[in-house]
């Protein structure tokens, strides 16, 4: 063990005792999560308690070169919790408090390690929720962090929009606020927005204050399938352009159908589908979903539940749309793209990447958030198999280009980590550089989570 | 004329002959704005055509050391064009093409000297509209500079939410791309945002990728008079909790009404007046302003406009208002505050700051984006008079420190320019080192709009 990382174990155990842990189990839980990636160690876990804890952690990193990487609930899934360079993982998931909520002000402030899940089951009494709903098991902290977003993210924003402040601990010990409680401000640079997204590579955030909304009076859902993915994508744009109350709308391609049939035992048409959820008040929602029937006119089928326990049939069937495409290839878990585009150009892209895929022996299953043009294609491939690992690679890198090309990103909602480094100078150009600039005035020891995003 | 700006001014003149303007009419122009501060002339102007020029401009006054101030509009108010440091002024205002219009995926791009009124005309045929509706006449890169927002803020958000993608020259003339035309993306560190409401001091918008949004099909508007401020502050709560499909929501008080009456000639009850617009589809506006009218309970007066022209009507008193604030005190232009608090202390610092008022000689009218919790006093006092003139920075000063301290803002958003930067270091305490970290790194000799939001 080289000698400034005794030193720091040493420093840290002075302060953390039994909370830094260095056992072989708990550097591998800090050094996996969901990723495809192969498996990278931190050296030791310090389990943080505090904005000051963190703050001290960072503060005996810098002094001994060590780096650091925030650990939330490790549900990243491009290697953002690896630590390649080695170093300490800091979990932040004991920091799981509640600070306060304003039900007036429709805003909360919690702990980075608060996760949505609890966030939400502590709202319900007050009428008020936090939209953002990815599919993962994902603390607060680390979905801004990562820029999540999620299903309603096409009527109420990502993290991007909805983080109003934050608490962030700088890489030399210093602990900052950015950002308020007001709804807007032209004071200054955004540094929320600018730690929102840099995947704990300038900070680590500590608490947020985050935007909440009124929980809708109703709400509607409709299913509805297509010949083809351009007439589904039409007529989302249709619905869009009117405005119409859409929360959700969710995507799903033939094979991805096809699949779902095969699990749930249903007999739905194998064709493009979409899941559409209209909520507002009962007005509204009536009104809507009348006008949304009336653009579907190229559905082949148009579902519109008249309960509210068949309109939760239709989205468990959504819900279940990954385990169904796992289950076209027991024991292989795939790998999931993230491209988004705008949404003109998905059924060019969609197309286009299908025609990549089945020159492959690969399955891919398509769904997306399609009101916001980001999709998945879920890549069941045997990383153990050579030319099925590199047929995936194949389709992913494949996809980014064409995404790029099209004026999209590489990754609508994942983030970058390891995973996506490769394809950056193309989606970037010289922006990168002014991104590197950023990174090296504020973390110029480069201990906070190195390698991810882009080397130095 | 020191030896460097001579350099540069010759040549600049090679390259743009008569676009370099040295006369005293283009330097008084572009130095003073619609600034209450004191005039700062730069040493010249050029009128730049293009991203290349704008480069070509930036790499010249790098190599020569010299001040570059951009200028769109000259619509800012708090000497963001002002040329404390001399140097050139770059002005946008004929890079004003309209590049392209997504119809389908609801984004245009556009050069940054195009101003909203003139991109909203340009999109009349589409059945789209861009909503940031400040009062000003000014550029959409300005508006991106100072991180401008409007009256349909409470419903779309700010410029802050609605740019997708930028080109920006930096200081050393090199041109990057930012974000992309894709609605969201994890791809690296939020470059857009940070150029946001930077003022210049980072590097130069020359185009922006914008969001667009249908044209409601209708609108309902209702003007409601309340005893007090509190009560106006709580129906707004509840239309805003309830989700009511808000798309304006205005608010004027007791001084400010009088002052209508006196300009308008209406007898408007002289108590605190909420402007509230409903847009979105019929059925949505005509449920909707009925519960509105439930939940303002407490209006003494509640108006709804049964026709177009009356809501027209209604609104055209609102707009009237600044002028008529300004007849109050004939040829005094005054100075406007622009703090934004969390809306449910709205009440407690208006109530504050109007007892400060009161013991001044300064008349005071309040006009508020009260959805937004931001709110601008007209301080009408003559700059001649240095005790009144003392009296109003008294007033803007006491009122910025009790909005800190309530978790808001010195700027809602007018910017910092030269007029906020003294309030600065209270409201962001350490997170201003960090500012300042990104200021060095990116222009690292200080020749971007330098003086402008903080002094290194």
Known sequence: MPENLTALLNALRLQFSDRLLTSEAAREHHGSGESHLPPAWPDAVVMVTSTQDVSDVLTACTKHGVPVIPFGAGSSIEGQIHAPHGGISIDMSAMDQIVSVQDNDMDCTV??????????????????????????HATLGGMAATRASGTTTVRYGSMRDLVLGMTVVMPDGE????????RKSSAGYDLTRLMIGSEGTLGIITELTLRLFGIPEASQTAMCSFNTIEDATQTVVMALQCGLALNRIELADGLQMQAINRYSK???????????????????????????????????????AQTAEAAAKLWRIRHDALYASRALRPGIKGISTDVCVPISKLPACISAILGVVATT????????????????????????????????????????????????????????????????????????????????????????????????
Chains 1, 2 share one sequence.
């Not at 602990?175 to 007001?182: D, E, P, Q, V």
């Open 175 to 182: 602990i900052i606020k950015t950002g308020g409680r007001a």
């Open 361 to 456: 022996d690969i399955q891919a299953p398509l769904v997306g958030h399609v009101g916001d043009g980001n999709f998945h294609l879920v890549l069941l491939y045997d990383p153990e198999n050579e030319v099925e690992a590199k047929q995936a690679y194949h389709i992913n890198s494949s996809l980014i280009e064409m995404a790029i090309e099209m004026g999209g990103t590489s990754t609508g909602e994942h983030g970058v980590g390891l995973g996506k480094k490769a394809y950056l100078p193309n989606e970037h150009g010289p922006a990168l550089g002014v991104m590197r600039r950023i990174k090296r005035a504020l973390d110029p020891d480069n201990i906070m989570n190195p390698g991810k995003i882009f080397d130095l």
């Open 111 to 136: 702990q980075c390690g608060v996760t949505r899940q609890a966030l939400n089951e502590h709202l319900r009494a007050t009428g008020l929720f936090f939209p953002v709903d990815l599919g993962a």
């Open 266 to 304: 249903t007999s739905l048409p194998e064709r493009p589908t979409l899941w559409i959820e209209l909520t507002g008040s009962a007005a509204t929602v009536q009104n809507d979903i009348v006008v949304l029937e009336g653009l579907a006119e190229t559905a082949l089928r148009f579902e519109h």
